[in-house]
C-alpha cells in the first residue's frame, strides 16, 4: 500500500473550498509546543474563526449537515469518522492476544517517541489506526493500517510491524515502559514478534475513530463542566476523558476500553470518582465503582455513536444532579 503524508486539517479544509475553518478528530501539523498539553486540541473552536465546520455540536455546522447536503462526501467523512458513521464489526478472532499486542507498541514505541521529545505520552486516534499528536520538529509516530508510520515534515517512511525491538529502532527509541500502568500486558521478550494482526488493528482504528467521535461530542454536552481533553492513555490503551465538578463529587472518567483483564471484548464505561447508588441499576460494573456498557450493545444499535452518548450522558446526568 501508498502511506502518505498526513495533513487532516488541510485536507478537510480543501473539501470545503477553503471558505470556511474545517475541524477534524485526528492531529495535524504543525507541532503544539505550549504547555502544558503540547497538542492541539480538536474539540476547540478557534476564536479567530469567522465560521466553522467540524465534528460536535460546538461548531457553527456539522460534518453530518455537510453530508446531507454534498452526499459524495459520505465516504470520506466515515473513513474519518467525521459523519456518515460505520456501523461497528464483530470482533475478530484472536482479538485478546493482538489487541495486547498493540497495546504493548502503543506504551513501549509509539508513547515513548513522543514522550523522549516533551514528557507527554497521550495518544490520540488518527486515520487507520492510532498515533502521537504533532511534536518536536512536525513529527509523528503512528500505527496506520497496520503499519508502523514515522512522519517528520513532509517525509514519511513506514515499517511492517514485527517486534518491539524493530519497532524502536525504525523509530529511534529503545522499548519503554515509562508509559506502562498496572493493566497493561507486560513488555516480554522484546525480540519476539508481537503478533499484531492486520484484522484486529483495522478493529481497533474503527474503535478509536468511533470513541473520538463520541467522546468530543460528550465534552461539549451542556452540563460537562471542567472536561479534559480526551486522550487514548497508553498504559490503559484506552481513549478518556474525565468530566465533572470534583468538589461536589460529581466528576468521573468516561472512556472506551478495547478490552482489559475483566472484559474479554470493548465496552464503554463511566468510572465515578466518588460514590455511587448502588441501588440505581445503571451503576452495573463490579471490576470498578461505576457503569459500563458492552460491546455487543453497540453492534446491535441502529445508531451506536448516539446509543453511546445516550449511556455517558446518563451517567452525566445522574452525577451532575448529586452533585
Known amino acids: 500500500m501508498t502511506v502518505r503524508h498526513l495533513n487532516p486539517a488541510v485536507e478537510a479544509s480543501a ?3 477553503g ?59 466515515a473513513e474519518r469518522w467525521l459523519a456518515a458513521y ?5 470482533v475478530p478472532d484472536g482479538y485478546r492476544e493482538a489487541r495486547n499486542a498493540y497495546h504493548r507498541l502503543a506504551y513501549a ?15 490520540r486516534y488518527t486515520r487507520g489506526g492510532f498515533g502521537t499528536p504533532f511534536f518536536g520538529d512536525d513529527q509523528q509516530v503512528r500505527v496506520q493500517d497496520g503499519l508502523l508510520v514515522v512522519q517528520q515534515g513532509a517525509q514519511v517512511r513506514h515499517s511492517a510491524i514485527t517486534s518491539l525491538q524493530a519497532a524502536a529502532q525504525f523509530v529511534g527509541v529503545e522499548p519503554g515502559i ?27 482504528a474503527d474503535w478509536f475513530g468511533f470513541s473520538w467521535a463520541v467522546l468530543e461530542e460528550l465534552r461539549v ?47 464503554l464505561y463511566v468510572g465515578a470518582w466518588g460514590d455511587v447508588d448502588r441501588s ?33 450522558r446518563a451517567g452525566l446526568d445522574r452525577l451532575t444532579e448529586r452533585a
Open 221 to 267: 454536552t451542556p452540563g460537562a463542566v471542567d472536561a479534559e481533553r480526551t486522550q487514548l492513555w497508553p498504559g490503559h490503551f484506552d481513549p478518556a476523558a474525565a468530566i465533572g465538578d470534583v468538589e461536589a463529587g460529581g466528576r468521573a472518567t468516561y472512556g472506551c476500553s478495547p478490552g482489559d483483564d475483566a472484559h474479554d471484548e470493548p465496552y
Open 19 to 77: 471558505a470556511v475553518t474545517a475541524l477534524v478528530l485526528e492531529p495535524s501539523p504543525p507541532a503544539d509546543h505550549t504547555e502544558p498539553f503540547f497538542a492541539d486540541d480538536p474539540a476547540a473552536i478557534p476564536t479567530d474563526a469567522a465560521a466553522t465546520v467540524g465534528p460536535t455540536s460546538a461548531a457553527d455546522r456539522t460534518w453530518a449537515q455537510v453530508v446531507a447536503e454534498r452526499p459524495e462526501l459520505a465516504g470520506w467523512a
Open 86 to 90: 460505520r456501523p461497528l464489526n464483530p
Open 280 to 312: 440505581d441499576p445503571y451503576w452495573n460494573e463490579t471490576a470498578f465503582n461505576g457503569a459500563s456498557l458492552p460491546y455487543a450493545a453497540l453492534v446491535g444499535a441502529g445508531d451506536a455513536v448516539q446509543t453511546a452518548l445516550d449511556f455517558f
Open 178 to 204: 515509562a508509559a506502562a500502568e498496572h493493566d497493561s500486558p507486560p513488555l516480554g521478550d522484546p525480540d519476539a514478534d508481537l503478533g499484531a494482526t492486520g484484522s484486529t488493528g483495522a478493529f481497533l
Open 15 to 17: 473539501k470545503l473550498g
Open 109 to 123: 514505541v509509539v508513547a515513548e517517541a513522543r514522550r523522549c521529545s516533551n514528557t507527554k505520552f497521550g495518544l
